[in-house]
């Protein structure tokens, strides 16, 4: 049973630039939400999909944007890359709860995003 | 917003010793959970605690939810190396329970 898989593991972007993360998530999940984590914090949320649609978003400016596919698997993508992106992207995975809190997370391995 | 604290930020100990985190929310939490990350790894799950003044146990791993449900702990007795990694507290809320609000954890080394 493969759990939650992220693409690619690292990336080197130029200030400016786009990119394009992805993530399946864990067999039977059918949610996913993506966290930026930066060295030594915590991580923090930055907009959870579920049935396609963005449920709920993190206080991160438009240049971040996703999607989520009927296969459950999704996609982050960065427009205008700052200097300050540069972080661990985490996708994980959960069962649906809605308003109900807090379905527990699956994490992928990450994407290492470093701006230069 | 809902904000999520933890003390200490780091915490060294001597394997053998015994090891404390301390969670606390400034809004009442539906449910808390618990994550512990290794270095270089990911978030792995550990823990979700839903009823007040709940107590559960993994093993030497001890968690508690306050009466609250604001707070939280998480007890390690007799550390060993193998628990060397940051343990993460996170709770649904800011005005939403689909998301997760991570507090910075507490980064655990372990002296053999």
């Known amino acids: 049973d493969a759990g939650v898989t992220q693409s690619p593991t690292h990336l080197i972007k130029t200030r400016g630039q786009q990119v394009t993360l992805r993530c399946s998530p864990k067999?039977?999940?059918?949610?996913v939400s993506w966290y930026q984590q930066a060295l030594g914090q915590g991580p923090q949320f930055i907009f959870q999909?579920?049935?396609?649609?963005?449920?709920q978003r993190g206080n991160f400016p438009d240049r971040f944007s996703g999607h989520q596919f009927p296969n459950y698997s999704s996609e982050l993508n960065v427009n205008a890359l700052l200097l300050g992106d540069s972080a661990l992207y985490l996708c994980?995975?959960?069962?649906?709860?809605?308003?109900?809190?807090?379905?527990?997370?699956?994490f992928g391995n990450g994407t290492r995003l470093t701006v230069t | 917003g809902q904000q999520v604290m933890q003390i200490p930020q780091y915490q060294h100990v001597q394997e053998g010793e015994d090891f404390t985190t301390y969670c606390n929310s400034s809004?009442?939490?539906?449910?808390i959970q618990w994550y512990k990350q290794r270095p270089g790894g990911h978030p792995v799950f550990l823990i979700q605690l839903v009823k007040s003044g709940e107590v559960k146990k993994q093993k030497r791993l001890t968690f508690q939810f306050g009466e609250a449900k604001k707070n939280s702990s998480l007890h390690i007795t007799a550390t060993q190396t193998t628990d060397v990694g940051t343990y993460f507290c996170a709770g649904p809320g800011g005005g939403s329970n689909y998301k997760l609000t991570f507090g910075k954890g507490t980064l655990l080394t372990v002296n053999p």
């Open positions: 994980a995975s959960s069962w649906w709860s809605g308003t109900g809190g807090g379905s527990p997370l699956h």
């Open positions: 999909y579920y049935e396609e649609e963005e449920r």
């Open positions: 067999s039977g999940h059918d949610t």
């Open positions: 809004t009442t939490l539906s449910n």
